[in-house]
């Protein structure tokens, strides 16, 4: 699986790990016989009709675009020098990150594009097409995205982040809340809600951590950047 260098690149055998996604410009180098093509998370081009083919765009437009490496041969992965941290999956618990701060991932992990505005440990993006925009409203409102990516199943994921990583146990009575624009990940069976802090007249000028709050609770774990700045 994945293996730190330091803290900002990761190296992985492309071959053991049954093949690598990872968001375009993150390859490095590598050594051996590895091939790289265009990869494309489901869901992220959604089709249908009117609204549908609207929360779609709204889904491939928070996309990163990703590239699938196979062969066998080691490859490092880092991007515009940025913290990065492994997280080892286990089947049954669920990793959701924002696209833009997810650097790669064994490509063996089933992929989705859910709403960010409420979901929950096993489930989808909260309602489906209304759940979608509802997401895309709060992800304009807080500056962050519009949608998030969901992975499952048996592997590894490489997340990223401004000045480092704060791992924050959920599971207690009271739910953890975190600023939306310092929010990198939720692993486990985590439920998060995107909650208004205070009225819509009040928030005015306000920070979005201050104006919306990203309620989180369940079992599992929450990753924080030390930083609001947007990836």
Not at 51 to 78: D, F, K, P, Q, S
Request: proline content about 2%.
């Amino acid at each position: 699986m994945f293996e730190k260098v330091n803290g900002k690149v990761v190296k992985v055998d492309v071959g053991q790990a049954g093949g690598v996604v990872a968001r375009t410009g993150a390859m490095l180098f590598y050594t051996g016989q590895v091939a790289f093509a265009p990869h494309q998370i489901p869901g992220a081009g959604s089709g249908g009709g009117g609204l549908m083919r609207m929360a779609g765009a709204m889904m491939a437009g928070e996309h990163e675009r990703t590239m699938l490496a196979r062969g066998n041969g080691v490859v490092h992965y880092g991007f515009a020098g940025l913290e990065v941290h492994v997280v080892h999956m286990q089947q049954g618990a669920v990793l959701r990150a924002e696209a833009s701060r997810l650097l790669a991932n064994t490509a063996g992990l089933q992929a989705s594009v859910v709403s960010v505005a409420s979901s929950g440990g096993g489930g989808g993006g909260g309602g489906g097409l209304m759940g979608a925009l509802r997401g895309a409203a709060a992800g304009v409102a807080t500056g962050q995205g519009m949608f998030t990516t969901q992975l499952s199943g048996h592997g590894a994921a490489v997340l990223l982040a401004h000045g480092g990583f704060l791992e924050l146990q959920v599971g207690g009575p009271n739910p953890v809340v975190v600023d939306p624009q310092a929010f990198v990940a939720a692993y486990g069976n985590v439920q998060t809600e995107l909650k208004a802090a205070m009225s819509w007249r009040d928030a005015v000028g306000r920070g979005a951590g201050e104006a919306m709050q990203l309620h989180c609770h369940g079992q599992g774990v929450v990753y924080v950047q030390a930083s609001e700045e947007k990836l």
